[in-house]
């Protein structure tokens, strides 16, 4: 395990959350994207994500090495109180607890947001991932079948949640 601080992410912070981004992408063990994204389409969601949706980072020796994101679950405002969350982290660090840093950062934030309950969708050969997220309290809801493609295959989703005021 190494150390690293967690921090709100800034507009300085774009180009590596994107790096560390088309990682996640290129690896497709943590999302469904096919298409590397470029800086615009960076900026315009950075940008989305203000106010309750927050971004986190995680460094270390000043070097952005992970990122975290509260995001909108739905429009509807029955669901107001319930956010997405991706986490993301540089392929060098992974498995070295920088994710779990970030979700307890994170989680700190949504709470403080009054978001009442994370969720997240994650892939059933995601183990590292799903390790995580069990080990810091999330639970199995469910599973969509065959909900996305990679390549030419179907793809399950796993769906996971954690309620954060009891």
Not at 21 to 44: H, S
Not at 86 to 96: N, T
Not at 106 to 134: C, M, S
Request: hydrophobic share 40%; net charge positive.
């Amino acid at each position: 395990m190494i150390t690293v601080t967690t921090r709100e992410a800034t507009n300085i912070d774009v180009a590596a959350i994107l790096e560390i981004y088309n990682q996640g992408i290129m690896d497709r063990i943590a999302t469904l994207e096919t298409e590397p994204k470029d800086l615009p389409y960076m900026n315009q969601w950075f940008q989305d994500h203000q106010a309750r949706y927050s971004i986190l980072v995680a460094e270390r020796a000043g070097v952005v090495i992970g990122w975290a994101s509260l995001n909108p679950y739905s429009h509807r405002c029955a669901y107001n109180g319930v956010s997405d969350l991706s986490v993301y982290v540089d392929r060098e660090y992974r498995g070295k607890g920088v994710g779990s840093a970030l979700l307890s950062a994170i989680e700190a934030k949504a709470i403080q947001h009054d978001f009442r309950k994370i969720v997240l969708f994650t892939l059933p050969f995601n183990a590292q991932g799903q390790g995580l997220y069990n080990k810091k309290g999330y639970r199995k809801v469910g599973v969509f079948e065959k909900q996305g493609v990679i390549g030419n295959h179907l793809i399950d989703v796993v769906i996971m949640e954690k309620v954060l005021l009891k």
